[in-house]
DNA sequence: ACGATCGTTCGGCGCGGGCCGAAGAGTCCT
DNA sequence: AGGACTCTTCGGCCCGCGCCGAACGATCGT
C-alpha cells in the first residue's frame, strides 16, 4: 500500500543546516576535522582562536545539528564528523566556496608545502600524493572514469593482489572522486580510498607528522608505489629533517 | 614544471558560501529555483512572504555570490540557479536538511500531491513519475547500480532508439542519482537524466501545470511509458480536472 | 499622457548570535 | 592532597543582519 498521499511535504529546513556552516569558527572546525580524525574541544579552539568557552558553544551546536559525533574520554571532549556523507557535504561546499587569503606567514608556508605533499582527507589519501596514486591507477586501467568513476576488473584483482579487501557495497560508492581545496585536481575517494588509506598506514607506508593531518611516504612507501603502480616522483615525498 | 611550491593554500571561505544559504527567506529561494525554471523577483519575494526590496537584497547577495545567475528584460529581473553543480549542492543539502512541519492548509495539501506525483528537479524529472522511470530502467537492464549508477550499453542503445543524442561526456557526469525531498528514493539525474526530460517535454509526454513546478503526464506519455517501459500505473498520473 | 506594475535605494528598527571572562565542576597525574 | 588541565555555565557586551515602509526610477499597457 503506498500511503504517500497521507505524508504532508515537510520543507527541508536548509537554513538551519546551512546556518550551521554559516560561522567562520564552526566552518573552521568541520575544516579541521576533515582529515578524519578526532579532536578534542580545545585543539579546536586554538586552531580557530577563539575561547574554550566559545568552542563549547559551537561543539554543542554543531552535535546537536547532527553534523559532529562526539566521544567523551575522561576529561576529554573528542568530535569527528558524523558520517562520510557529512564529510562529503562539507568537501562539496569546500570546493565551491570562495577562496581566502591566508595570511602568508612563515611557518603557515612550510605548513602548507606539507599539506600540498601528502594528507589525508577524511579517510582518504589526498594532496599531490592522492593524485599521484589516482593518475597512476588511471593510466594502469585500473580505474574507469568513462561514466563517472568506476574501478575496472583489473582494478579488482590489482587491490586482492594487494591484500585488501573490499566491504559488500552498500549505500556509499566504492569509488568516488573528492576534489579538495588545494590540489584542483580529483582523487579516489569512497570505500576503495578509504580500503587504500587504511592500507597505506598499516603496512608502513605512509606515517602521520606529528600531530597534523600532512603525512610523510616512508621508504617502504616509495617502493610500494613503484612495484605496484610503477609510480615514481619527487613531488609527494617529504624533505629530510 | 611544477609550481604548487609557490601557490600559498588559501582557505575556502566556507562560512562565506554556507552563510548565502543560511537565511530562511535566501533558501526559500533556492528551494524554489530547484524547478530549473527562472523566476522574477516578485515572484519570489510573494512565494517566501517577504517585501520586495527584501528580496532586491537577497537576489543582490545570492548573485554576487555565485549562486544565481541574472537576466534582465525589460522591467523584469528573472533569476534562476547559475548551474548544474549549483543545483546538485542545494539538493545534497536539502537531503540532508532537517524536515521542517509545514503548516498542512488545504490548498497546500492539494499542491503537495501534485508536487509529489511528477515534477521538474532542476533539469531532470523527479516526483513518483521520476522515480518509476528510473526504477523501469534499472529493472530492464538500462541502468546499473553496482559501482555508483551507470548507463549500460543496451541503456544507450535504448536512448538512441527514443532519438536521444547525448552530448559527450565532459565535466558533468552523464548519469547521477539525484535524491530529493519529497521521494525518498534515487531519482535519474545527470545528462542523461536532463536530455530525457526535454525529450519528454518536446515529444508532449508531460506539461506544466500551470506556472508552477509541478507536471503533468499526458495520454501521449502513458502510452510512450507502457510501449518503451512497459511502465503501467497511477501514482504519478494526474486526477483528471 | 496616464495608471499599473516591477524593481531599487535608503533610513531605521529590533533581534539574534558570536564573543569573552569569571567561576565552577570534573578528571588526571604525582 | 594538591595542582594542572579540560570542559561547561552564565552574564553581559555589541555588532551584524534581516526586515519593513516610503520614495523614486524604469518599463509596460492602453
Given at each position: 500500500m503506498m500511503n504517500s498521499h497521507t505524508v504532508h511535504v515537510q520543507d527541508p529546513d536548509l537554513a538551519a543546516l546551512a546556518g550551521l556552516l554559516a560561522d567562520r569558527t564552526r566552518a573552521s572546525f568541520c575544516l579541521a576535522l576533515l582529515d578524519g580524525r578526532a579532536w578534542t574541544a580545545i585543539e579546536l579552539a586554538r586552531h580557530a582562536g577563539v575561547a574554550a568557552s566559545t568552542a563549547t558553544e559551537h561543539l554543542n551546536l554543531l552535535v546537536t545539528g547532527g553534523l559532529l559525533a562526539q566521544e567523551r574520554q575522561g576529561r576529554h571532549r573528542y568530535v569527528r564528523l558524523a558520517d562520510p556523507a557529512t564529510a562529503e557535504l562539507i568537501e562539496n561546499l569546500a570546493a565551491m566556496a570562495p577562496r581566502r587569503a591566508a595570511p602568508p606567514s612563515l611557518p603557515a608556508v612550510s605548513r602548507s608545502r606539507a599539506l600540498a605533499r601528502a594528507r589525508t582527507c577524511y579517510d582518504h589519501l589526498a594532496g599531490a600524493l592522492g593524485v599521484a596514486i589516482t593518475t597512476a591507477m588511471t593510466d594502469r586501467g585500473?580505474?574507469?572514469?568513462?561514466?563517472g568513476l568506476t574501478l575496472t576488473g583489473d582494478g579488482t584483482a590489482w587491490l586482492a593482489e594487494l591484500g585488501i579487501t573490499l566491504p559488500p557495497a552498500r549505500r556509499r560508492p566504492p569509488v568516488r572522486s573528492c576534489l579538495d581545496w588545494t590540489e584542483r585536481r580529483p582523487h579516489l575517494a569512497g570505500t576503495v580510498g578509504a580500503a587504500f588509506c587504511r592500507h597505506a598506514f598499516d603496512s608502513g607506508w605512509v606515517n602521520r607528522i606529528?600531530?597534523?593531518r600532512a603525512i610523510a611516504l616512508t621508504d617502504a612507501g616509495q617502493r610500494a608505489l613503484r612495484d605496484h603502480l610503477s609510480l615514481t616522483g619527487a613531488s609527494f615525498v617529504a624533505e629530510r629533517t
Open positions: 585500473l580505474l574507469d572514469w568513462e561514466q606529528g600531530t597534523s
